[in-house]
């Protein structure tokens, strides 16, 4: 009576032309007409990510490294760092790809 929503109707994020999904919170959608759309958990953007990286992990199976930069507070004291770490990574540990690299089923645990 109070809640006007309508169950199970999502909204539209994003229409493209094709998409690269490595792992959760991790994916690249591109559209000819349009802007790119992409997320990296854990990785900084101060080097945008493009299609090609993503694609490249995804049939390398390799390990895109990536260097994080920023700031932190000791005492009064600021200083920056910077740390080398594994960006996007091709591995999937919720669930086991098939061999055509789309497709994917249960983990036999």
């Known amino acids: ?3 006007k929503r309508t169950p199970g109707l999502f909204k539209k ?3 493209g032309d094709g998409f690269v999904g490595l792992n959760a919170k991790t994916y690249f959608c591109w559209s000819d007409v349009g802007e790119d759309k992409y997320s990296s958990k854990g990785v900084s953007h101060l080097h945008p990510l493009t299609q090609k990286d993503y694609i490249n992990v995804l ?3 390799k390990i895109d490294p990536q260097i994080n930069r920023g700031f932190i507070k000791e005492k009064e004291t600021f200083f920056t ?4 770490k594994d960006g996007l990574k091709y591995f999937y540990t ?6 055509n690299g789309v497709s994917t089923t249960f983990l036999d645990i």
């Open 1 to 3: 009576m109070f809640d």
């Open 94 to 99: 919720k669930r086991k790809v098939l061999a």
């Open 59 to 61: 049939n390398k199976e």
């Open 13 to 15: 994020e994003f229409e």
């Open 81 to 84: 760092y910077a740390m080398k």
